[in-house]
């Protein structure tokens, strides 16, 4: 079992930064991945980003070049620093953890509450 706690949402104005952090407990060992989600109000959810043990990075494509994904192994905790924010971003973000294979498709198997990320002047 593995537990996931987010945290670092809030409100940010358009052109703001902003850093969500989530750590993990349990056998989060077993597991090659993690990532983050997010579902926009009225939208389906969507994958932002995922991170291997390793550092490899995958992007969603509105998200590319503005966040980044990182992680400490050790520490059990990922990141998502999120740059030039914009107000389509303002979504619930989950973290979760999963399985990743080598062709970069990410299955999550464990999900976090949400955080909520709200981008508005």
């Known amino acids: 079992q593995v537990h996931l706690v987010e945290s670092g949402g809030g409100l940010v104005q358009p052109g703001g930064s902003l850093r969500l952090s989530c750590a993990a407990s349990?056998?989060?060992?077993?597991?090659?991945?993690m990532g983050w989600s997010r579902q926009p109000p009225g939208k389906e959810r969507e994958l932002v980003a995922t991170?291997?043990?390793?550092?490899?990075?995958n992007y969603g494509d509105s998200v590319k070049g503005r966040f980044t994904i990182s992680r400490d192994v050790a520490k059990n905790t990922m990141y998502l620093q999120m740059n030039s924010l914009k107000p389509e971003d303002t979504a619930v973000y989950y973290c979760t953890a999963g399985l990743r294979a080598s062709s970069g498709t990410y299955n999550p198997l464990y999900w976090g509450q949400g955080t909520q990320v709200t981008i508005s002047s």
């Open positions: 349990g056998s989060i060992w077993m597991l090659n991945a």
């Open positions: 991170v291997t043990r390793g550092g490899n990075s």
